[in-house]
Every structure is written in C-alpha cells, then in structure tokens.
C-alpha cells in the first residue's frame, strides 16, 4: 500500500479558477511537503508543514494532523501553474522524504 | 539565492559501464540525498548521506550503487555496472536544519 495518496490523478482547469489538490498519508510524519515538478523535470520545493496553514502568493497549503490529509489550493489558477504537484512525507526530522504519485495539472487560458 | 546544481544535465552511456553522477550541494548544508525517478514514475528514494557516512539506503540501493563526498564540496553517485533499468532522471538534494529540501535540477540518464 502506498504510504502517500493524492487526488485527483490529473486535472484540468480553466485560467481563473480555484484548484484544490488533495492528500492522504498512512503513517505518523515529522513534516509534509508539497513540492512542483515542470515538463523540464526540475523539482521545487513549495512548501513544508508540520502543522496548520501556510500562504504564499496564489498557494495556499493546509494540514490536518488528526485525520493525516493534507490540501494545496491555488486561487485565480493560471496557465504558468500547470505542472506535476507532488505531496511528499517524511516521518522524522531531515529523513528522507517519500513522494506521493503527483497530481498533473493543466490549467486552458 | 543558492541553489543545489548537477552535472552533467543528461548522460548516455552503454550497458555495463560505470557512471558517475555529479552534486553540488548547497554550502552550509549537513544533509545530502539521492531521488531517481524512471519515466512516468513517482520520485522514489535512494540514499541519505550525514556527517561523511550513509544515513538510509533503499532496497534499490545495492552494491552497484555508492556515494561519496570526495572533497567536502561535491556530492557523487557511482552506478559500478549500468544496467538497462537504471535509465531515470536522478535527483540530488540537501538540507540544513529546520528547512525544506532543496533539489537540484536532476540528471537525465539514458543506458543503452
């Protein structure tokens, strides 16, 4: 069983709207992360949370610790954000980090 | 802003041969990482490196896998005997404490 869900899989969106992405994790973390994967390859950490909210520009990143799901939303989407975004766990403190499949997402101008 | 850089971008190499994968971590980084991701796979995880000595390895990493941080800077990855499977994008990473992971740019391998 994987220790890290995501949903949706894919998903398409029109440029302006409100895009949430979610996830599910089996086991007890020190720390989550959502990270972006562009076409080119390159992996950009987002954000990490060990607890409650986080904000920065159009992305904002929620954790639930109780219920072990965690959500990335992005407000007015726009083409640029289309990418893979990757939800990835690490048990303790600087392990490794063990990567959810991605959510593919395409946002049409 | 620092950044986590690799070397080369893509390599091709033949079946067999030895290849060596190149990281520069960021500088004041204490922990060092290997990922490798095949095509239309999710990021799995390889290796974890602390205080000069290996921290964590994973089943994929076997004997034909080593680590090395030769000379404080950089941050290798020897594959001793390519096999057709190992062909993925291979990413390093770092961290210091109290932050995310930063992950460089990947490098593209190809076994023929």
């Known amino acids: 069983k994987n220790e890290v869900e995501q949903s949706p899989q894919n998903l398409t969106a029109q440029e302006g709207e409100f895009i949430t992405i979610n996830c599910s994790y089996s086991?007890?973390?020190?720390?989550l992360h959502w990270l972006q994967q562009h076409p080119g390859g390159g992996i950009v950490s987002l954000f990490m949370l060990s607890s409650g909210k986080k904000k920065h520009g159009r992305l904002i990143a929620t954790i639930n610790i109780q219920e072990k799901h965690s959500s990335l939303h992005i407000t007015a989407s726009h083409p640029r954000d289309s990418a893979v975004y990757i939800c990835?766990?690490?048990?303790?403190?600087?392990?490794?980090?063990?990567f959810g499949p991605g959510t593919s997402l395409s946002v049409i101008p | 802003e620092p950044e986590v850089t690799q070397t080369p971008s893509h390599q091709v190499t033949q079946m067999g041969q030895e290849v060596i994968l190149r990281c520069v971590p960021i500088s004041n980084h204490l922990y060092f990482y290997w990922y490798r991701q095949i095509l239309g796979q999710k990021v799995e995880f390889l290796v974890s490196f602390y205080n000069n000595e290996i921290s964590e390895k994973s089943e994929i990493f076997d004997d034909q896998f080593s680590v090395e941080r030769p000379d404080g800077s950089n941050f290798t990855l020897k594959i001793r005997s390519t096999k057709l499977e190992d062909s993925a994008m291979y990413f390093c990473?770092?961290?210091?404490?109290?932050?995310?992971?930063?992950f460089g740019p990947g490098t593209r391998l190809t076994v023929l």
């Open positions: 086991v007890g973390i020190s720390a």
């Open positions: 990473a770092s961290r210091t404490t109290g932050v995310e992971q930063f």
């Open positions: 990835a766990v690490e048990k303790t403190s600087y392990d490794k980090v063990i």
